[in-house]
């Protein structure tokens, strides 16, 4: 009997190995004839990339979700130069990335189920909030625009790893960001700024001024082109590099990758990633009982910015920054308080799309809050902001309270993030937001597990066959 099973599954391996030979000979063929007619490849390109992907999707959604998360930091020059390069309706697909990771969450979801928690919660209100604000004022696009760090986050609540995966997970994203640091370094020092300005002039929405890149890639008494390696700006760059290191600081004790990533954050010239980055840390060490693992990197780490400050130029930079007269601060600090003055007058909302930034790609004049949380407010009203800091607070509250790796990854994030939000509105940037919401919600994940089991009931799950 055993020897007519191992018949018959060779018989099945030989015949799936055929069939797949079978149709790669069929798809170089048919891409050979494409050619010598003279027909665009892109549209099949595109086919076979929608196919592989629902396959992966269903077939294999762990591994198409890693997948997705190892591209996901260089989609956004990826997307760029293919609008560049290929043909106009290319643009029309500008958001594809959130349905695919959309895809894979819903088919994760229905496999694994999810208990919700009182972050879970929190953050369903506010989206209830948000969503009723919008009946009365407001894009739908804003809206989709703010809220889509939820499917990243929704993502992590339902992927389940053991721990060899998650050993893997964070080694591999770890070395990505380390060598994107190192590529963008490439950028800085010898091609420089023209092949991204002229991209951003030809495809982007956004990111120059004139004929040149925009103040968001320079700063006051600053010459150099501030690094942004494979994200649309620094600004983007710098929070991906602050989420990388909070990953290596749990998982890795290899000072190479942690240096190549800090490097790519001081290349950033950010302070808000600086200051988030050191939130995160200094709270890491507390967590984890580390303090002499802090003061011996944090000794390196100011070695590090001794030695760039002269090789980036960075002298004239940091002595404004000293003396308060950074036109960036006090346009900072105007913005801080004229969204104040915008919330207090506005308690309720003015509708998404109508603050920040989609407003004024939209109305030069439209108000800009340099302020996730004073954003947030200003197109919502205070209830909602109650609510999603709420979500930031129980969610850190519940991770410090449940010691592990992934709890650790979350609690660095959610205080570096938190501390990067009061400078800057990026909540909205996709790409970064897979990055940080989704740890937040693995670990969240591993937390509700552990409490609940495995095979308990959840409160919210798709009907299941038996």
């Known amino acids: 009997m055993s020897v007519a099973i191992q018949s018959a599954t060779q018989n099945i391996n030989t015949s799936s190995r055929a069939f797949l030979v079978g149709v790669a000979l069929s798809t170089l063929a048919l891409v050979g004839l494409l050619g010598a007619l003279g027909i665009s490849l892109i549209p099949f390109a595109l086919v076979c990339a929608a196919a592989l992907t629902f396959w992966l999707a269903f077939r294999y959604p762990m591994s198409g979700l890693g997948g997705f998360l190892a591209f ?15 043909p106009r309706y290319l643009g029309s697909l500008e958001g594809i990335d959130r349905v695919v990771l959309l895809l894979f969450t819903c088919i994760l979801w229905y496999r694994n189920r999810v208990r919700l928690t009182l972050p879970d919660k929190f953050l369903l209100v506010c989206f209830g ?14 809206f989709l625009t703010d809220f889509n760090f939820l499917i990243a986050y929704a993502a992590g609540r339902v992927t389940v790893l053991n721990s060899e995966r998650e050993q893997v997970w964070a080694k591999r994203a770890v070395w990505i960001i380390a060598v994107i640091s190192v590529l963008g370094m490439i950028e800085v ?6 092949p991204r300005t002229v991209l951003y002039l030809a495809v ?10 925009d103040a968001a890639f320079h700063a006051n008494e600053y010459s150099g082109l501030r690094e942004s390696a494979t994200m649309f700006g620094p600004l983007q760059f710098a929070p991906l590099c602050m989420a990388a290191l909070v990953i290596w600081w749990v998982y890795s004790r290899k000072p190479l990758p942690g240096m190549m990533i800090a490097a790519g954050l001081v290349c950033s010239v950010t ?6 980055t050191a939130v995160a840390v200094v709270v890491l060490a507390i967590a984890m009982n580390q303090t002499k693992r802090l003061i011996k990197y944090g000794a390196i780490a100011l070695v590090m910015i001794i030695i760039a400050i002269p090789l980036l130029g960075l002298t004239d930079y940091l002595l404004s920054t000293k003396a308060g007269e950074d036109p960036s601060s006090q346009s900072h600090q105007e913005s801080l308080l004229g969204g104040m003055k915008y919330v207090v007058t506005h308690p309720l909302g003015t509708g998404p799309g109508s603050v920040g930034k989609f407003a004024v790609k939209q109305d030069e004049n439209a108000a800009g809050i340099e302020d996730t949380y004073l954003t947030l407010a200003a197109q919502y009203g205070l209830l909602s902001l109650f609510c999603f800091v709420g979500f930031l607070a129980s969610a850190a509250l519940l991770l410090w309270r449940a010691p592990s790796q992934r709890s ?11 501390t990067v939000m009061m400078f800057a509105a990026l909540h909205d940037v996709f790409p970064l937001a897979c990055w940080l919401w989704f740890p937040v919600g693995l670990g969240i994940r591993s937390i509700s597990e552990a409490q609940n089991g495995n095979n308990s009931t959840p409160i919210f799950s798709p009907a299941r066959n038996t």
Not at 74 to 83: E, H
Not at 271 to 276: K, N, V
Not at 408 to 418: E, R
């Open 72 to 86: 996901i930091p260089v989609y956004t020059l990826a997307f760029l130069v293919a609008k560049f390069f290929g």
């Open 271 to 276: 302070r808000s990633a600086w200051l988030g």
């Open 189 to 194: 020092f010898y091609i420089g700024e023209a």
């Open 129 to 142: 909030l948000a969503l009723l604000r919008l009946a009365f004022s407001g894009t739908v696009l804003g």
């Open 204 to 213: 982007a929405n956004g990111g120059t001024s004139g004929q040149t890149l």
């Open 408 to 418: 650790y990854v979350g609690v660095g994030i959610l205080a570096g993030f938190s």
